[in-house]
């Protein structure tokens, strides 16, 4: 650990422009499951698609029944190690931003500006309608969901709510996919934490920045779909690996 620590260290301190790049692996430590790892969340359930949710009233009861379930587990998580360390490069101006395949709003708590934290899969922690936009708290949905005794649907146009979130079946979002390529296309130096490559298109960025010149970390403690493409590999524990950075 401490080797590829050292030589994780040198190429931040010889790039210009940082891009971490973030999934499920992050945010273990603050006692949020990943999908795939031994007892991650697939194991219990299988993900709800988007056509399965808008399909019937029983299915979007049942997804919001579910997220309920997660606000009471994991709603108090608090950002870790890692999440700290990449706040402390972005407010040294070292990354401009971060990519995050993950919904559970952390690095926006460890302290990146909302506006520079790229959400690909977007956020588990509110709501919207989906056909206004409207955006809802979970809360109210919770209440709502107590008094009608099934998940609510938006009382200014009818439509269903949905957390924020992009689920297998529903389109990426443009915005973020744009600001994504743009940033990649702009780093030196791209990091991917915590994340099993396996997702597409969000696995499309660290090839991206390769093919673009700039040198791929891959930095997760079991082998990724990309290991073959990265010029450092760090398999290791996150938070182990990436408390040097943090500085308050
Ligand atoms: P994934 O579960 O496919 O991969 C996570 C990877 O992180 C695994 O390869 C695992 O070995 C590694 N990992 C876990 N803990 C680690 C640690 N402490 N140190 C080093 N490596 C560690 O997750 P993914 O690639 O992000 O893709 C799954 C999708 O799941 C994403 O699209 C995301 O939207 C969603 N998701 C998000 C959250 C969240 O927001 N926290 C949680 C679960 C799933």
């Keep these: ?9 040198a190429l931040v301190a010889r790039a210009s422009v940082v891009l971490p790049f973030t999934g499920a692996g992050i945010s273990t430590e603050c006692g949020i ?26 299915m979007r009861d049942e997804a919001w029944r579910r997220r309920f379930a997660m606000q009471s587990e ?25 990519i ?8 926006q708590a460890s302290g990146i500006e909302p506006e520079d934290v790229v959400e690909l899969h977007g956020n588990t922690t509110y709501a919207l309608c989906l056909s206004c936009a409207r955006r809802y708290e979970l809360v109210w949905v919770q209440e709502r969901f107590v008094a009608e005794g099934h998940a609510p649907d938006c009382p ?18 443009e915005v973020e996919m744009r600001r994504a390529e743009a940033l990649t296309l702009r780093c030196d130096l791209f990091l ?24 791929l970390v891959i930095l997760n ?15 290791a524990d996150i938070g182990t690996v990436l408390e040097t950075f943090v500085s308050s």
């Design 221 to 235: 403690r079991e082998p990724t779909e990309l290991d073959h493409a990265a010029d450092l590999v760090v398999r």
């Design 100 to 107: 995050t395949q993950n919904i559970d709003n952390l690095h």
């Design 33 to 58: 499951p990943d999908f795939r790892s031994p007892g991650g969340l697939w194991t219990k359930n299988a993900p709800i698609g988007f056509d399965e949710f808008l399909a019937s009233q029983a």
């Design 156 to 173: 200014d146009c009818g439509g269903h709510i949905k957390t924020a979130t992009i689920s297998f079946g529903q389109a990426m979002p």
């Design 74 to 98: 994991f709603g108090a998580a608090r950002p870790g190690r890692g999440h700290r360390a990449l706040a402390s490069l972005y407010r040294q101006g070292k990354a401009p931003a971060v």
């Design 1 to 9: 650990v401490d080797t590829a620590r050292d030589q994780l260290a």
């Design 192 to 215: 991917a934490i915590g994340s099993s490559l396996v997702v597409w298109p969000a696995a499309g960025f660290p090839l991206l920045a390769k093919r673009n010149g700039a040198r």
